[in-house]
């Protein structure tokens, strides 16, 4: 023990506390900023297109139910793409959200909107899938694939 009355162990043991204590704040444990914000999957604008479209048909079936038939086997498809992703990327699949009115127009009228959508959808995906890595890009791929399909359904 020195004259001020403190002892070398009780010294090195304030030294290790302030060393750990600054290492410690260093790597953010004890920072009061907050985390970044988590940045949406890549595949969110893919998925959010499929519910749309699922929706759109669902509503295109409402208005006019002499084209279930046609139109309905899209639909499942589009809900069988939103489920994927959203396995793919963690997320439960979200429903359709609120309905908009359904299309008010004659037959080949939806039609050919329904067409206009699948195939602003397919070009947005298959630019999706150009800059995917290898593990998505054959969903996305199929997805751009599935969407080129229904738009030649459509005519």
């Known amino acids: 023990m020195s004259i001020t009355g403190y002892s070398r162990r009780r010294v090195l043991g304030a030294t290790v506390a302030g060393v ?14 907050p985390a970044p914000p988590e940045q949406p999957d890549p595949l969110q604008p893919l998925l959010d297109e499929a519910v749309a479209l ?24 589009h809900r069988t793409h939103a489920a994927e992703i959203s396995r793919l990327i963690g997320k439960t699949p979200p429903s359709a959200g609120p309905s908009a009115s359904p299309p008010v127009g ?15 959808a397919q070009k947005s995906a298959v630019a999706l899938c150009r800059a995917a890595p290898a593990e998505r890009a054959a969903l ?9 399909t229904h738009a030649e359904a459509l005519r």
């Open 106 to 120: 004659a037959p080949a009228e939806t039609i050919a909107t329904l067409r206009s959508a699948e195939q602003a």
């Open 140 to 148: 996305i791929g199929s997805i751009a694939a599935s969407r080129a």
């Open 20 to 33: 750990a204590t600054t290492a410690l704040s260093g790597c953010g444990l004890f920072d009061d900023e």
């Open 54 to 77: 699922a929706a759109s048909y669902d509503r295109a079936v409402a208005a006019q139910p002499g084209l279930a038939s046609r139109l309905t086997p899209l639909a499942e498809d």
